[in-house]
């Protein structure tokens, strides 16, 4: 199969007609959304939804997000409370994902056998126009092959799904860089988990009672049942192998300075560490306390460092407050938790 590759904003109406159509009639199509690219099939056609498992390789038991273009259209898919709508106010269209009691119309493929379904309104213009006009849902997981790093820009679609899929949407490079946070809730309560650009912060100012799934920033232990099947696989991972470096009791600079000098690895430094450096790799990940340029930039980099061919990347341990929570998260899943200098020393 050729893979087209468009560029597209949300005025490219005969495009996003014809990718609409694609949609409709059970064809996979490589979207942008604000988060992360995703690989779209019609939500109510079962057979279209487990082609995506299929051209990602993932896992038949790891559900997909459902799309929709308004809050309301939740009605259609699954059963919605009033707290789903005072989240729907301050958080939607935007990069979070609620679980809900799905409908019937939603075909288990989608759900991977579950009783709920992942409900998401992106913001992204393309992606909610496309949604629009297709006229039905979206289901759409990373338009990554299962495990590696999530695509940030056309390219990393194509690199991924070249030949497996009949379009791809250009829209640009995303605006934040990680997957949506995604939340179970109850009538009064939240669970975080996989956290995003929406915090656990700015979830409490809806909701008095958020709490964090210890998947977020733990290993599952052997036998433990995730409550978001993601959390349990090796995920977002480069080839090269991923270590974290505990800065608080190993210096930085100094160390992969050293280390660069015995193998053939990617330093993944603050940009102002730039200028500390000499001759080695590095992968600048942005300003100390810029979290934001860091988690847009945190894939595109991770996919960097193997088109570099390296064997090791090294990077700073991120803290795990506020909107830093999602880059530790992803990169504790990407290095496999090889932290080096410990977490706590
Ligand atoms: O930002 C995003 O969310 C992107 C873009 C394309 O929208 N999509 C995305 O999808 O990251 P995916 O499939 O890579 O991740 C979906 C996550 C997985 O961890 C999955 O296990 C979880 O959501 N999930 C989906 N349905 C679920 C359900 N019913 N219950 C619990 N977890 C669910
Ligand atoms: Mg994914």
């Not at 995730?226 to 009791?249: F, I, Q, R, T």
Request: charged residues 25%; hydrophobic residues 40%; proline residues 6%.
């Amino acid at each position: 199969m050729k893979t087209e590759v468009l560029e597209v904003t949300e005025k490219s109406d005969s495009i996003l007609e014809r990718a609409a159509e694609l949609i409709r009639s059970g064809a996979l199509v490589g979207i942008p959304t604000e988060t992360v690219y995703g690989l779209g099939a019609n939500a109510y056609n079962r057979d279209a939804c487990l082609n995506i498992f299929k051209a990602k390789g993932r896992p038949a038991d790891n559900p997909l997000i459902v799309h929709i273009a308004r809050p309301e259209d939740a009605e259609n898919i699954a059963y919605t409370n009033a707290l789903y709508y005072k989240l729907a106010v301050r958080f939607m269209p935007g990069p979070l994902t609620v679980i809900l009691p799905k409908k019937d119309i939603i075909p288990d493929s989608v759900t991977a056998g579950l009783d709920t379904v992942a409900i998401r309104c992106p913001a992204n213009p393309v992606a909610n126009r496309l949604i629009e006009i297709a006229g039905v849902p979206i289901a759409a997981p990373s338009a990554n092959k299962s495990g590696m790093p999530s695509p940030t820009s056309a390219v990393h679609v194509y690199n991924d799904m070249n030949g497996e899929i009949p379009m791809i949407l250009d829209g640009g490079e995303c605006e934040v860089g990680v997957e949506s946070t995604v939340i179970s809730i109850t009538d009064d309560s939240i669970m975080l988990l996989r956290p995003g650009q929406v915090t656990v912060e700015m979830l409490s100012e809806v909701c008095e009672n958020v709490s964090v799934s210890s998947a977020v920033i733990e290993e599952l232990k052997p036998g433990e049942k995730a409550l978001s099947p993601g959390m349990k696989y090796k995920h977002y991972a480069p080839v090269a192998n991923l270590y974290l470096v505990n800065g608080e009791y190993i210096d930085f600079v100094s160390f992969t300075k050293e280390k660069s000098t015995k193998e053939k690895c990617a330093v993944m430094c603050y940009d102002e560490e730039i200028a500390l450096y000499e001759k080695e790799i590095l992968l600048p990940v942005g300003k100390k306390d810029d979290i934001k340029e860091q988690t847009k930039r945190l894939f595109n980099l991770l996919r960097k460092a193997d088109e570099l061919g390296v064997q090791t990347i090294y990077a700073h341990l991120p803290k795990k407050e506020g909107a830093a929570l999602a880059i530790y998260n992803r990169m504790i899943r990407a290095c496999a938790h090889r932290i080096l200098g410990g977490e706590n020393g």
